[in-house]
């Protein structure tokens, strides 16, 4: 027995862009993907969730590599856009200044990599300009729960900046 519905529907813009230079490669690889309409439908309760928390209408990834000899430099962003829900208050207050909107996220990572014949050798920065994701306050939302006042699962970093040494041996 179906109980509910989810339905979803967008669009994907794929690009790859490569270049082969004397001294090297350039590879410019993204993808932008506008979120048209979700929705949900459960025991005949239809919710629109599209620009709401955790479903942001435009959302984009993009990395940039450069290969030289045995070195590869790498810089990837990640945008996720604004999403917003009615605004809740409580029975009887004016909550006028709950927050009820998340603005828009652009978080970047670099990251460079030595390899040898069987190793390979990487550093990452991730979230390299300490970017803390939205606060969102205690607001009603229809598909999105919250975790420390923002939304998990939607793409936002929530560790802050860390590093990372990657060792690995091909055999």
């Given at each position: 027995m179906n109980i509910g519905e989810q339905?979803?529907?967008g669009y994907d813009l794929n690009f790859v862009f490569e270049h082969q230079f004397p001294s090297g490669k350039l590879t410019v690889d993204g993808i932008v993907t506008y979120l048209d309409k979700q929705s949900i439908d459960i025991f005949e309760q239809?919710?629109?969730?599209?620009?709401?928390?955790?479903f942001p209408r435009l959302t984009a990834n993009m990395q940039v590599r450069y290969d030289w000899k045995d070195w590869r430099f790498g810089w990837f962003t990640n945008f996720i856009g604004e999403s917003e829900?009615?605004?809740n208050?409580?029975?009887?207050?004016e909550n006028i200044d709950r927050q009820n909107r998340s603005p828009n996220y652009l978080n970047h990572t670099a990251s460079v990599r030595y390899s040898l014949a069987n190793w390979d050798v990487i550093a990452t920065v991730r979230n390299v300009f300490n970017k803390e994701?939205?606060?969102?306050g205690d607001q009603g939302s229809n598909g999105a729960s919250r975790f420390y006042n923002t939304l998990p699962g939607v793409g936002y970093d929530l560790y802050?900046?860390?590093y990372v040494m990657q060792l690995s041996y091909r055999f």
């Open positions: 339905r979803s529907r239809f919710v629109r969730l599209e620009g709401g928390w955790g829900e009615a605004p208050f409580d029975p009887g207050t994701p939205p606060y969102l802050g900046r860390t």
